[in-house]
């Protein structure tokens, strides 16, 4: 494998087995998280360990395939490429680019000579097609933003509060190794990306007229995360900003950025009877770095980024995530992996009695014996109260929860 390409093992570990398998592997998640760093290591992976493999490889962000715009154009661009009695390894980047391009898809699968890979990054776009058109023939793998681990392997730092701070202000994104982590440069960079996501991947493919709107609802976002609020009470905050806005617009404008992976939208479920609500939900971002960069980076969004970063912490190791409501007390997570739970409270610092008894005492009324923890910033965290341990973000970002 090449020297400069860094292994972010939990992927890797992922990867490797279906490799050779008459399945299409799909790299999914948001524009420049490391879908395609993912794609070159396995390429270069397989150029260095299966003898008589031929490589194709399709860039779509690349001019030289701007002629592969359909399913025919990709199928007939890849028997051009095909060399016969050989393993032929069929790489795609950015495949949502080409038009039914599951048709081509299922056709190539079809031929046992052929070892598929692509990435893509509109989740409704792959899922539907995909599961609609390739039920049981792909398995997908969804690429996040680095956790805190990887974000100080890629920039060579130690693990200790100066790092968590840069990872707070900055984020995740893998390119960012090649920038020095100053605020001019890098948030130039991540604006560049919310920019791309924005008006390529939803403006572009959606044809949206009303873009005011769209940012302002993004910045909305960006102020209200860990907020519980709805379709329609979006739509009458606008109303008093002087905007008036469908809640049925506001519907579609939530889903097609949700589609990007940009943010991710988390429903809420009553804790006593795991009953799940229809009304009420919450978004975090898939990398705080791109919130920043477009919404002013303030010390009073601490709380909030603190929150958003738990919450990708637990999604990076693939649990179920849901908002709790216990009567008319709040969960912020309810966690689930394996028919397991645990139920996490976020605050910044337990400043109070009142804060203690609120994140604490929430838990507290949760009547079973699953994992209960409060994460925060204080520096005397790791005791815990009846049961319920307090966790500081730096401990709980370093381990496996």
């Given at each position: 494998?090449?020297?400069?390409?860094?292994?972010?093992?939990?992927?890797?570990?992922?990867?490797?087995?279906?490799?050779?398998?008459?399945?299409?592997?799909v790299?999914?998640g948001?524009?420049?998280?490391?879908?395609?760093?993912?794609?070159?290591?396995?390429?270069?992976?397989?150029?260095?360990?299966?003898?008589?493999?031929?490589?194709?490889?399709?860039?779509?962000?690349?001019?030289k395939?701007?002629?592969?715009?359909?399913?025919?154009?990709?199928?007939?661009?890849?028997?051009?490429?095909?060399?016969?009695?050989?393993?032929?390894?069929?790489?795609?980047?950015?495949?949502?680019?080409?038009?039914?391009?599951?048709?081509?898809?299922?056709s190539?699968?079809?031929?046992?000579?052929?070892?598929?890979?692509?990435?893509?990054?509109n989740?409704?776009?792959?899922?539907?097609?995909?599961?609609?058109?390739?039920?049981?023939?792909?398995?997908?793998?969804?690429?996040k933003?680095?956790?805190?681990?990887?974000?100080?392997?890629?920039?060579?730092?130690?693990?200790?509060?100066?790092a968590?701070?840069?990872?707070?202000?900055?984020?995740?994104?893998?390119?960012?190794?090649?920038?020095?982590?100053?605020?001019?440069?890098?948030?130039?960079?991540?604006?560049?990306?919310?920019?791309?996501?924005?008006?390529?991947?939803?403006?572009?493919?959606?044809?949206?007229?009303?873009?005011?709107?769209?940012?302002?609802?993004?910045?909305?976002?960006?102020?209200?995360?860990?907020?519980?609020?709805?379709?329609?009470?979006?739509?009458?905050?606008?109303?008093?900003?002087?905007?008036?806005?469908?809640?049925?617009?506001?519907?579609?404008?939530?889903?097609?950025?949700?589609?990007?992976?940009?943010?991710?939208?988390v429903?809420?479920?009553?804790?006593?009877?795991?009953?799940?609500f229809?009304?009420?939900?919450?978004y975090?971002?898939?990398?705080?770095?791109?919130?920043?960069?477009?919404?002013?980076?303030?010390?009073?969004?601490?709380?909030?980024?603190?929150?958003?970063?738990v919450?990708?912490?637990?999604?990076?190791?693939?649990?179920?995530?849901?908002?709790?409501?216990?009567?008319?007390?709040?969960?912020?997570?309810?966690?689930?992996?394996?028919?397991e739970?645990?139920?996490?409270?976020?605050?910044?610092?337990?400043g109070?009695?009142?804060t203690?008894?609120?994140?604490?005492?929430?838990?507290?009324?949760?009547?079973?014996?699953?994992?209960?923890?409060?994460?925060?910033?204080?520096?005397?965290?790791?005791?815990?109260?009846?049961?319920?341990?307090?966790?500081?973000?730096l401990?709980?970002?370093?381990?496996?929860?």
């Open positions: 494998m090449a020297n400069d390409l860094i292994v972010r093992k939990k992927y890797w570990n992922k990867i490797i087995p279906l490799i050779g398998k008459q399945l299409i592997k790299f999914t948001q524009r420049r998280v490391g879908k395609s760093y993912m794609l070159k290591q396995t390429m270069s992976y397989i150029e260095q360990h299966i003898a008589d493999v031929n490589i194709i490889f399709i860039d779509k962000e690349s001019l395939f701007s002629a592969i715009k359909n399913a025919e154009d990709l199928n007939r661009y890849v028997a051009e490429h095909t060399a016969e009695g050989k393993s032929n390894c069929v790489f795609i980047d950015e495949i949502q680019d080409i038009e039914h391009f599951e048709v081509a898809l299922r190539l699968n079809n031929d046992a000579s052929y070892d598929l890979y692509c990435t893509g990054s989740a409704f776009m792959l899922s539907s097609e995909l599961g609609t058109y390739l039920s049981g023939r792909h398995i997908e793998i969804e690429i933003a680095l956790s805190f681990s990887e974000f100080i392997q890629f920039h060579n730092l130690h693990s200790d509060t100066e968590l701070k840069l990872y707070m202000r900055y984020g995740g994104l893998p390119y960012l190794k090649h920038v020095e982590l100053r605020d001019e440069l890098v948030f130039d960079y991540l604006k560049g990306v919310y920019n791309t996501i924005l008006f390529r991947d939803i403006v572009k493919r959606h044809d949206l007229r009303n873009t005011a709107f769209l940012e302002n609802l993004m910045r909305f976002l960006a102020d209200n995360i860990g907020h519980l609020f709805s379709a329609n009470s979006i739509s009458d905050y606008l109303k008093s900003q002087m905007s008036r806005v469908a809640v049925s617009q506001v519907i579609d404008y939530l889903k097609h950025i949700t589609e990007t992976f940009m943010l991710h939208r429903g809420r479920v009553d804790v006593a009877g795991k009953k799940i229809e009304i009420g939900e919450k975090y971002f898939e990398d705080v770095g791109l919130r920043n960069a477009f919404w002013e980076y303030r010390p009073d969004d601490i709380a909030k980024i603190l929150e958003n970063l919450y990708n912490h637990l999604k990076y190791n693939d649990y179920d995530v849901k908002m709790g409501q216990l009567m008319n007390n709040e969960i912020d997570f309810v966690c689930r992996k394996n028919g739970y645990q139920y996490i409270q976020v605050t910044y610092l337990l109070s009695q009142e203690v008894e609120r994140e604490f005492g929430n838990l507290e009324k949760i009547r079973d014996n699953y994992p209960k923890m409060v994460v925060s910033l204080d520096e005397f965290a790791g005791n815990s109260r009846n049961g319920v341990k307090h966790i500081h973000l401990d709980f970002l370093n381990g496996e929860v």
